[in-house]
């Protein structure tokens, strides 16, 4: 069984974003997705990930027909299986770092893994309070934040979007390595070609469809 399958989406909001989108992503495997600002991207990670409710079409999550579950059933296929990582960081902000992951690790009954920690350069400031942290520091937390549950699917909007090159790079691999070990896959979205060519395969949302390049 595949992780996920997406048939025929299409949405609109002011105007049609695109129409007739078909996904599908295996174990171990990544995608990114790219195309010009403005084009759907984000739009069509937040219908892929349970967000958003596309207008027409389909999305199945480990064969399940997700807008069509019980609010029960979803909300706990969204914390047991889903790893969502956006452009706001949805961090708590009176709390540290630290108390951010125990969080995860509460709802998901995981334990938080200090290599992670030392992978993704935040156990120094792990203890500081999340509004003292840099930007990119937030979003290297609420990657650690996320791997902490374990998901099965990880939804990247510009994950890496506030890093310098060195460590988008790594936290790259980071994910890589994170999904082949735990029989995940990933979906990414980003402007930076270099890093979506890093991932299995590359689909453009161009001209309101999707079109693999990679
Ligand atoms: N909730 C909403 N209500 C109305 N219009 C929206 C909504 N969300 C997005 N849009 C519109 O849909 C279009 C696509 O937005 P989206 O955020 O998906 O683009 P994107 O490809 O992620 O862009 P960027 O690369 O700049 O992040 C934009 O024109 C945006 O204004
Ligand atoms: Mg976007």
Request: proline fraction near 1%.
């Amino acid at each position: 069984m595949n992780l996920l399958q997406a048939t025929q989406l299409s949405h609109t909001f002011e105007c049609e974003l695109f129409s007739n989108v078909s996904l599908e992503l295996n174990k171990h495997e990544s995608i990114a997705i790219v195309g010009m600002s403005g084009s759907g991207k984000s739009t069509l990670l937040h219908i892929l990930s349970s967000l958003l409710k596309p207008n027409q079409g389909k999305v199945k999550i480990l064969g399940k027909d997700i807008y069509t579950l019980k609010n029960a059933d979803l909300a706990a296929l969204k914390r047991n299986s889903l790893g969502l990582v956006f452009q706001s960081h949805y961090l708590f902000k009176g709390f540290s770092a630290y108390e951010n992951l125990e969080v995860s690790k509460l709802l998901s009954q995981q334990n938080i893994d200090e290599t992670l920690l030392h992978r993704l350069q935040i156990h120094e400031c792990i203890h500081q309070k999340v509004t003292e942290l840099s930007g990119g520091q937030q979003q290297r937390v609420s990657i650690a934040r996320v791997l902490t549950k374990k998901p099965k699917l990880i939804f990247a909007d510009e994950p890496t979007g506030n890093l310098d090159t060195k460590t988008a790079h790594e936290v790259m691999q980071l994910f890589f390595e994170y999904t082949k070990l735990n029989d995940a896959g990933m979906i990414l979205v980003t402007h930076d070609e270099h890093l979506a060519y890093l991932c299995d395969k590359v689909y453009k949302l161009k001209d309101k469809a999707l079109i693999q390049v990679k």
